[in-house]
C-alpha cells in the first residue's frame, strides 16, 4: 500500500488543522493506520492509530485535542488537530499495517508503510 500525507500547514496557536492520508490498494480497510510526528532533534513520537474495527487510540497528550477517524470508501484516514499549541509543530506522519497488534501500535518499528510526512507549524 502506498500512502500520502497532506494538510500541514502554518496556523496559529488554538487554530486547527486536518491532516489526509489517502491510500491506494483495495484492503486498505484491514489496516491500522497510526499517525506520528517528529520534531527537529526529536525521536518520532506516537500521536493516534485506529483500527479496522474503528476503534481508536491516542497517545495521552493527544485525547480531547486530536480525533483521528477514517472513510474506508475514499481509501482515507484523517487526524483533526484542534486547540493546536507551538508544541505540536513538527513533521506528520501516517503509517498503516495490516498485522500490528494492539500492544505494538504505539511503537513506529512495527509499521511496514509509511507516508511522506507533511509538516504543520503552529506559531505562538
Known amino acids: 500500500v502506498q500512502l500520502q500525507a497532506s494538510g500541514g500547514g502554518l496556523v496559529q496557536a488554538g487554530g486547527s488543522l486536518r491532516l489526509s492520508c489517502a491510500a491506494s490498494?483495495?484492503?486498505?480497510?484491514?489496516?491500522?493506520v497510526g499517525w506520528f510526528r517528529q520534531a527537529p532533534g526529536k525521536e518520532r513520537e506516537f500521536v493516534a492509530a485506529?483500527?479496522?474495527?474503528?476503534?481508536?487510540y491516542y497517545a495521552d497528550s493527544k485525547k480531547g485535542r486530536f480525533a483521528i477517524s477514517r472513510d474506508n470508501a475514499k481509501n482515507t484516514v484523517y487526524l483533526q488537530m484542534n486547540s493546536l499549541k507551538p508544541e505540536d509543530t513538527a513533521v506528520y506522519y501516517c503509517?498503516?499495517?495490516?498485522?500490528?497488534?494492539?500492544?505494538?501500535?504505539?511503537?513506529?518499528?512495527?509499521?511496514?508503510?509509511w507516508g511522506q510526512g507533511t509538516l504543520v507549524t503552529v506559531s505562538s
Open positions: 490498494g483495495r484492503t486498505f480497510s484491514s489496516y491500522v
Open positions: 503509517a498503516a499495517d495490516q498485522s500490528i497488534i494492539i500492544s505494538s501500535m504505539t511503537s513506529f518499528q512495527y509499521y511496514d508503510y
Open positions: 485506529i483500527r479496522r474495527s474503528y476503534h481508536t
